[in-house]
């Protein structure tokens, strides 16, 4: 199925290049979540590139270049291929209920440099369009690392979620700073501490089993928890400061569902 469009969805948009790797959403979904990738390629034209070709089997809705120049690669009323196998609060097929935007940065694998000003100025700009058109709650903006947590660490502890809620997309709480003295637990460890932190997770919307055992799945769960909310130290070591930031996390949903 190749989606032919010459009208973009966003006034954010400078060019259309369609991606031939797409399908309707399943059972008809409207996008009520938006996720938040880096391409982990060199250029943003190697990325459009690559996205645009039948054999690779990926593609998003939007792609943002270091100069902050944006591509419409997908319609968003279609189902573009970009989260793969995910999860998030019970759901598995994000793909049919989000909106998949592609941040462009080499990635840790390539040195990880900073998101340029005006590639988040651009970011920011798509984001609040996208979310104050559909409607998107601030719970439902997500980085990628939050719905494949065993399997992705994009965009990581150097994007600015916290620029991002100020604009009003997304959520940010102050993260509880963290103690050089408090190495954490670490894989293995069975504790109250590891209940409560995998309570909060699934709380939120992580896919995380509550057993008090800090197993590898909890343990990438911690590293995803770090990479969005405290990004000081990511380590999958769970420390009080992980801990605290998840209970101001889950406090603050929580407060903002009783409010609504």
Known sequence: MTAVFDTADSRCVDRIVVSP?????????????????YTGMENAAKAIDWLSRPESKVSCHYVVAEDGAVTQMVPEALRAWHAGLSHWAGETDINSCSIGIEIQNPGHALGYPPFPPRQMRAIEALSAD???RHAIPPGRVLAHSD?????????????DWQRLA??????????????????????????????EA???MRRYGYGAEVTGFLDQPTAFIVRAVQLHWRPARVDCRLDRSTLETLRRLV??????????
């Open 21 to 37: 790797n797409i399908e309707p959403r399943v059972g008809g979904r409207r996008p009520d979540l938006l996720l938040l990738h």
């Open 130 to 132: 996208i979310v104050g």
């Open 147 to 159: 719905v494949a947590p065993a399997r992705k660490i994009d965009p990581g502890e150097a994007f």
């Open 166 to 195: 100020r604009a009003g997309v997304g959520r940010w709480v102050e993260p509880e700073p963290a103690d050089a003295a408090d190495p954490g637990l670490a894989l293995g460890a069975r504790s109250e501490m590891v209940a």
């Open 198 to 200: 995998q309570w909060l």
């Open 251 to 260: 406090a603050m949903a929580e407060g903002a569902e009783a409010i609504v």
